[in-house]
């Protein structure tokens, strides 16, 4: 299989959520800093895997590669926008060593479900953005189990990834990053 690197990136709300009840991201999870952090990141990355709905409302104006989760592919094709994948049918490893056969940099910005799929995948790191301060009610939180009072950074722990120190990337939300991270041999 060839050597991949995954990045989980999200930017949550105090109650976990990164949409609200509509699926929308709202206003108070939007923050140029984190736009311009995220952005810097995708640069780095040789595919971002994303849900059919988060690829549909994010136009792709650099072109980058996208692998775009959706049961309506018959397991994976190349299409003119992107490689589209149902894991029911291929799996990752499978999956990664077509579209990537040189290995490189994967991004997984989400949704709830892309993300609950890398849990059980692994990642080798999670870029976990705090918005401090907001709620979004009936919101839909990062993770599945983040439902109840389980918060994202105690199952990001529960599958041995670590925190690094927080850095704050915008003092006036505030707007801060710890970046998870799992030695490869824990994967």
Known sequence: MPQVEIHGYAIVSDNDCIADA??????????????????????????????????EAN??????????????????????????????????????????????????PGGRQVFDLFLS????????????????????????GCQGSRSAEAILAERGLVSGETQVLDPRGPITLAIWRTSAGNR
């Open 22 to 55: 509509s699926g929308h991201t709202p206003e108070v999870l939007r923050n140029e800093a984190d736009w311009a952090y995220f952005q810097a990141e995708l640069n780095k990355s040789a595919v971002t895997v994303l849900g059919r709905l988060g690829h």
């Open 121 to 144: 995948i692994g990642y080798d790191a999670f870029h976990l953005t705090r918005a401090e301060g907001t709620h979004v009610p009936d919101g839909i939180p990062v993770f599945s």
């Open 59 to 108: 136009p792709n104006p650099k072109g980058r590669l996208r692998l775009i989760l959706s049961s309506s592919s018959p397991g994976l094709e190349r299409r003119a926008d992107g490689w589209w994948w149902d894991p029911g049918k291929v799996s990752w490893e499978d999956a990664i060593r077509t579209v990537l056969p040189e290995g490189g940099r994967v991004a997984v």
